[in-house]
């Protein structure tokens, strides 16, 4: 079964620092995509970048890259010049291939940033 | 950009009555849509997936007699908590995706359901 692991329950960054945000994923299909959400306290679900695992290189988006390291099976994102706005939880999703064919996102257990002034 | 709207954004229910939670795709056609619900500081659990015009799939241990699902046309899918009790209470965020499976799915902003 495909799975999604974030380890750290709470980060904490200097505003105007880089953070990496870790995610481990497993699956046995080499055709697999990742996802990356953001969810500010008013509950919203932002989507933020996206990695599939045929990409040559890392994908980026403005402040937010993705360290994609796919021996090691992690995804991690990486949120360059932290600014308060960036407090948040933070989810790692990988789509779903035995679903059907629905193409389901699963999510890991979401990471908290708190950016500190 | 496609928009995924939800109403209502908050809800307040009496335990033993039905809430009706909509989902709209605003600018697009959604033939699948997908309904999760959300703890407090948990993760998104998927619930089922709703497919116009027919029967909706439900993940595993989801009660589809109490959480029934109605997706009649391409752009509104329907979530009714059937006799809430007080352990519903939760987020509920409906998604949608435009394009291909490697798109991101498009979220609404959620519903925050209490039954008292």
């Known amino acids: 079964a495909q799975k999604i692991t974030q380890t750290q329950p709470g980060m904490f960054v200097q505003e105007k620092e880089a953070v990496t945000l870790d995610c481990t994923y497993d699956?046995?299909?080499?055709?697999?995509?990742l996802f990356w959400y953001k969810q500010p306290s008013s509950g919203e679900m932002i989507f933020l970048i996206y990695q599939g695992s045929y990409d040559q290189q890392n994908a980026t988006e403005g402040r937010y890259s993705l360290n994609f390291q796919k021996a090691r099976k992690s995804a991690n994102l990486v949120i360059s010049a932290s600014q308060l706005g960036d407090s948040a939880m933070y989810f790692c999703?990988?789509?779903?291939?035995?679903?059907?064919?629905?193409?389901?996102?699963?999510f890991g257990a979401g990471t908290r940033l708190a950016v500190h002034p | 950009g496609a928009v995924v709207s939800q109403h209502p954004s908050r809800v307040i229910c009496k335990s033993g009555t039905s809430v009706k939670i909509e989902c709209r795709s605003l600018d697009f056609q959604a033939t699948t849509m997908f309904w999760y619900r959300q703890f407090p500081k948990q993760s998104l659990m998927l619930m089922a997936t709703?497919?116009?015009?027919?029967?909706?799939?439900?993940e595993q241990g989801v009660e589809k007699d109490k959480f029934l699902i109605n997706h009649a046309s391409l752009t509104l899918s329907t979530l009714t908590v059937t006799s809430a009790h007080p352990e519903d209470s939760s987020f509920y965020i409906c998604s949608a995706r435009v394009g291909g499976a490697d798109s991101p799915l498009h979220f609404g902003n959620g519903t925050r359901l209490t039954v008292t």
């Open positions: 709703s497919n116009e015009g027919s029967k909706a799939t439900y």
């Open positions: 699956t046995s299909d080499p055709s697999y995509g």
């Open positions: 999703a990988m789509r779903d291939l035995f679903s059907g064919g629905y193409n389901k996102l699963i």
